[in-house]
């Protein structure tokens, strides 16, 4: 197994640790949401060096075609997921951008069937960016009613780049269904 496999399948294997600060902070005093977020940085920066070294390398595999978007999908659902246990993110909108992920997920091996790759346009990359800072910043959960309203704010941007996204996606690719959309 290469070196960004390895940091792919550890990206995973932080993900328990990630949910169990976050949701452990009742348990675990004021430091837990400082783990959950030097875990999440550690597990979101794994993603960004995997991908670099494996293009600069020639280290690209089909174990990590498939498992570094999955991994990233993991931490970031479990990030919202989270919040939602925690009432800091409404269902729903947690609902919609997992859905948004399963649709695109499911776009890309319909694509990969046909001998096509999809691959991420501008606004996906905004969205996961966007989404990421996100979860940042709204781990250390601050207090104060400012910050709530500037969370949920950002919460609503997500969900805006989400449904964009995944039109962009869908209008740029339609192909893939046969143009039937």
């Not at 949701?23 to 940085?41: K, R």
């Not at 690209?60 to 919040?83: H, Q, R």
């Not at 909108?93 to 997920?105: A, D, N, T």
């Not at 709530?148 to 704010?153: A, L, N, P």
Request: charged share 15%.
């Amino acid at each position: 197994m290469n070196l960004p496999n390895k940091l792919t399948v550890l990206r995973v294997i932080l993900v328990p640790f990630f949910v169990l600060f976050l949701l452990g902070a009742p348990t675990f005093g004021s430091w837990a949401n400082v783990l959950a977020l030097i875990i999440f940085i550690a597990a979101s920066l794994t993603d960004m060096l995997d991908g670099k070294i494996a293009r600069k390398y020639n280290l690209i595999t089909n174990f990590g075609k498939f498992m570094d978007p999955l991994a990233d999908k993991l931490l970031v659902c479990s990030a919202l997921i989270c919040f939602v246990s925690l009432h800091r993110i409404p269902t729903w909108v947690v609902i919609v951008i997992i859905g948004r992920e399963f649709i695109i997920s499911g776009f890309r091996l319909i694509a990969a069937e046909q001998g096509k790759v999809i691959a991420a346009g501008i606004w996906g990359k905004l969205k996961t960016a966007f989404t990421m800072v996100t979860i940042v910043i709204m781990i250390p959960n601050f207090p104060g009613r400012g910050m709530y309203v500037f969370e949920q704010i950002l919460i609503y941007i997500c969900l805006a780049l989400t449904i964009i996204s995944l039109i962009d996606y869908l209008v740029h690719n339609k192909s893939v269904l046969g143009g039937d959309m």
